[in-house]
């Protein structure tokens, strides 16, 4: 708490561990910190003398403007975050903080609301069709593709459970833990064909070294800049400031890695895999930002939306890094091009199982589904709109 600043002038909750997923959940919290700043922040609090990958308590941080609360609409709609304010417990409210503590009970209250629910599957079914299109976009690159598929069905399953008036916070990078509850509520299975169609079968510890390896590149090639570091243009928000520092952080590689081998240990390598394979690509993210400040970029960006194609940037700029990107991404076995069919097929029919899963659990729901674009290979690659600040942050997809 002593790094967190002066309790007074902040609403804190903590949203404890998901309910059977394994370690590090056991060992990390995630304290969500309402307070006077203007951006949302992400960072990782490491106890004292935490100096290497040795498996130690740590804190997930999620700083977000106490402004946002006076909008109940805006945190009742923000995605995942709202899921996770959903399943956090208010630590404490002091009074001067009262007002505060209406406002998000209210902001909670709103977030049942057959609208903010709406709201909220809508994103996800976006978020799906964005993964599909930046699939297409990658085909060159099939490992990539193929974590942008990943990235599909995870979107995919947040609308099923959502819409269903299910809490998923932690959906984006752990969900082969929601495979159980999705499968009882499609009728069909998702375990063994989204494992092997995204190739999560493979052994995770084989992802180490090539993680440590990007790690090693980006210490060496990459400076570590904090958030309100000079060098940083003025387009680059303090969001994705927060989360190039959170991810530059060596401890947090070791923490993730120990991590995996914790959920293999208990059976679970499949989520040790899909969890990794996300690391990688922040890693890789970590250097395409810092090349991007070199060249004074001037145009908006975000964390989990490359601005240009990831291979040709990792080529020209840190070749050593693709070939590590590409082990990480790869599996058991590399993909070609024409192995991405049995994926878009596969989320084809995840989409009809929800279409039908929501006709009978809510109607306008899967109305709303049904008139959503679909989610197709061949759409044209867009320039999406900036998300807002609450939705840009959640798809960082930082959850432990």
């Known amino acids: 708490m002593g790094q967190i600043g002066d309790a007074a002038q902040a609403l804190r909750l903590l949203r404890p561990p998901d309910a059977g997923v394994a370690a590090p959940a056991g060992d990390t919290l995630e304290l969500l910190v309402f307070d006077h700043g203007t951006n949302a922040r992400q960072q990782r609090c490491w106890p004292p003398g935490m100096a290497d990958g040795k498996r130690l308590p740590s804190l997930d941080l999620t700083r977000l403007p106490a402004a946002w609360l006076a909008e109940p609409g805006r945190l009742a709609c923000a995605d995942l975050l709202t899921h996770r304010m959903a399943q956090a417990v208010l630590l404490d409210a002091p009074p001067v903080q009262a007002l505060l503590a209406r406002q998000l009970a209210a902001s909670l209250e709103y977030a049942h609301a057959p609208a903010a629910r709406a709201a909220r599957c809508a994103s996800f079914a976006e978020g799906a069709r964005f993964a599909v299109v930046q699939a297409g976009a990658s085909q060159a690159f099939p490992g990539l593709a193929r974590l942008w598929f990943q990235k599909a069905h995870a979107a995919a399953l947040a609308l099923?459970?959502?819409?269903?008036?299910?809490?998923?916070?932690?959906?984006?990078?752990?969900?082969?833990?929601?495979?159980?509850?999705?499968?009882?509520?499609?009728?069909?299975?998702?375990?063994?064909?989204?494992?092997?169609?995204?190739?999560?079968?493979?052994?995770?510890?084989?992802?180490?070294?090539?993680?440590?390896?990007?790690?090693?590149?980006?210490?060496?090639?990459?400076?570590?800049?904090?958030?309100?570091?000079?060098?940083?243009?003025?387009?680059?928000?303090?969001?994705?400031?927060?989360?190039?520092?959170?991810?530059?952080?060596?401890?947090?590689?070791?923490?993730?890695?120990?991590?995996?081998?914790?959920?293999?240990?208990?059976?679970?390598?499949?989520?040790?895999?899909?969890?990794?394979?996300?690391?990688?690509?922040?890693?890789?993210?970590?250097?395409?930002?810092?090349?991007r400040a070199r060249e004074r970029?001037?145009?908006?960006?975000?964390?989990?939306?490359?601005?240009?194609?990831?291979?040709?940037?990792?080529?020209?700029?840190?070749?050593?890094?693709?070939?590590?990107?590409?082990?990480?991404?790869?599996?058991?076995?590399?993909?070609?091009?024409?192995?991405?069919?049995?994926?878009?097929?596969?989320?084809?029919?995840?989409?009809?199982?929800?279409?039908?899963?929501?006709?009978?659990?809510?109607?306008?729901?899967?109305?709303?589904?049904?008139?959503?674009?679909?989610?197709?290979?061949?759409?044209?690659?867009?320039?999406?709109?900036?998300?807002?600040?609450?939705?840009?942050?959640?798809?960082?997809?930082l959850g432990a």
């Open 160 to 291: 099923l459970l959502d819409g269903c008036g299910r809490w998923c916070p932690a959906v984006d990078t752990q969900a082969p833990a929601c495979w159980p509850e999705a499968e009882a509520l499609l009728g069909m299975a998702l375990a063994e064909d989204w494992t092997s169609a995204l190739g999560l079968d493979g052994d995770p510890a084989r992802l180490a070294t090539p993680l440590r390896r990007m790690q090693m590149l980006l210490l060496r090639d990459c400076l570590r800049m904090t958030p309100d570091d000079a060098r940083w243009p003025a387009s680059v928000s303090t969001s994705i400031r927060w989360a190039y520092a959170y991810w530059h952080d060596p401890r947090e590689l070791e923490t993730r890695l120990v991590a995996a081998q914790l959920l293999a240990n208990a059976g679970q390598p499949a989520q040790a895999v899909f969890q990794l394979r996300e690391v990688g690509f922040a890693l890789a993210r970590v250097a395409m930002l810092r090349q």
């Open 297 to 397: 970029w001037s145009q908006p960006l975000q964390f989990d939306q490359p601005e240009c194609d990831v291979a040709q940037d990792l080529f020209k700029h840190h070749p050593d890094m693709l070939d590590e990107l590409q082990q990480v991404l790869d599996g058991p076995s590399a993909l070609s091009g024409g192995s991405l069919a049995p994926m878009l097929n596969l989320l084809a029919r995840q989409r009809e199982a929800t279409q039908a899963v929501l006709t009978s659990h809510d109607p306008a729901l899967a109305a709303g589904l049904a008139a959503a674009p679909d989610w197709a290979l061949d759409a044209p690659l867009p320039d999406p709109p900036m998300p807002s600040p609450a939705s840009a942050f959640v798809g960082i997809g």
